[in-house]
C-alpha cells in the first residue's frame, strides 16, 4: 500500500479507526472521513505516516462530493474506498422520537452510495488495481426482530456491491463487501446493553445469550476485519470482485 491513497470512512471509532490504522501501517496515506471530527483527529494521532482529516456527514450527498474532492487535492488519487460509516440499532413506531427507519437507509445505504459515487470522480488511473470495500453485516444475512432498517440498508449494500462489481471490474476496480458479525466495538456494546435492559439481565448474561449463537463463543476484534480489509486491497485477493466475505465466527454459514 506504499505510496496509495486510501479514503476510510468510520474512521474515528471501532472497525473504521483499526482498518485506518492497519492500512497506514502498510504504508498507505489516509483519508480519515466521518461526522466526529474529535474521534478522527484521536485516529490520526496514532498514524505517523500522511493522513488527512474530513468532517462530513455522509447524508448529504453534497457534503460528500465536496469531501471527497479536498481528500485527493490533499494526499492525490484515490486508491482504495473503505466505507465504513452507518448507524445502527432497532427502528419501529414505537421509538420515542419516530421510527428511524428512514435515518438508518439515509446513512447506511444512500451514504454509502454518496461516497462511492464521489470516489469514482477522483479515482487513480490504472494500471494497478484500485478497490472499494463496504461493511454490510451478519443482518443483511439472517433474522432479527425489531431490525428492519438496519437490515434493509445492509441488505441493500450487497446489491449495490453486486451492482457496481460488475459495472467496474473491466475497468480494474475490484468492489466487495464483508459482514461482520459480533465485533467487539461500542455499537455491539449498546447493542448488548439494550437487550440486557429488555430482558432485566446484566450485560455479562446479555454477552453468553449473543455468545451460545457463535460457534467459536467470543467476539471478533476490530482487528481482524482490518486483516480482511488489508486482504481485499492486496494482490492475493485479485481474482475476488462482487463477494460478500461472512466474517462472524461461523454464526451465519452458506
Excluded at 445505504?109 to 470516489?119: D, E, F, K, S
Aim: hydrophobic fraction near 45%; include cysteine; aromatic fraction near 4%.
Amino acid at each position: 500500500m506504499t505510496g496509495r491513497h486510501v479514503v476510510v470512512t468510520g474512521a474515528g471509532t471501532g472497525i473504521g479507526r483499526a482498518i485506518a490504522l492497519r492500512l497506514a501501517r502498510e504504508g498507505a496515506s489516509v483519508t480519515l472521513l466521518a461526522r466526529d471530527e474529535a474521534r478522527l483527529r484521536e485516529t490520526a494521532a496514532m498514524i505517523e505516516g500522511a493522513t488527512h482529516v474530513e468532517p462530513c456527514d455522509i447524508r448529504r450527498q453534497r457534503h460528500v462530493d465536496r469531501s471527497f474532492a479536498r481528500a485527493a487535492k490533499k494526499l492525490g488519487a484515490i486508491a482504495a474506498l473503505v466505507a465504513v460509516s452507518g448507524i445502527g440499532g432497532p427502528n419501529g413506531e414505537d421509538d420515542e422520537d419516530g421510527d428511524r427507519f428512514d435515518d438508518l437507509v439515509a446513512t447506511n445505504l444512500n451514504g454509502t452510495y454518496y461516497c462511492i459515487r464521489a470516489a469514482l470522480r477522483h479515482l487513480a488511473t490504472g494500471p494497478d488495481t484500485r478497490h472499494v470495500v463496504v461493511l454490510s453485516s451478519i443482518l443483511a444475512r439472517i433474522a432479527v426482530p425489531s431490525y428492519t432498517g438496519y437490515s434493509a440498508s445492509k441488505a441493500g449494500l450487497l446489491g449495490l456491491v453486486r451492482s457496481f462489481a460488475a459495472e467496474l471490474a473491466p475497468a480494474g476496480i475490484q468492489v466487495n463487501a464483508i459482514c461482520p458479525g459480533w465485533v467487539d466495538t461500542e455499537m455491539a456494546w449498546l447493542g448488548l446493553d439494550a437487550a440486557a435492559e429488555a430482558e432485566g439481565g446484566t450485560r455479562e448474561d446479555a454477552y453468553r445469550d449473543a455468545m451460545r449463537e457463535v460457534p467459536t463463543g467470543r467476539m471478533a476484534q476490530p482487528e481482524e476485519i482490518a486483516g480482511t480489509v488489508a486482504w481485499l486491497l492486496s494482490p492475493d485477493a485479485r481474482g475476488v470482485v462482487g463477494q460478500a466475505i461472512d466474517h462472524n465466527g461461523g454464526a451465519f454459514m452458506i
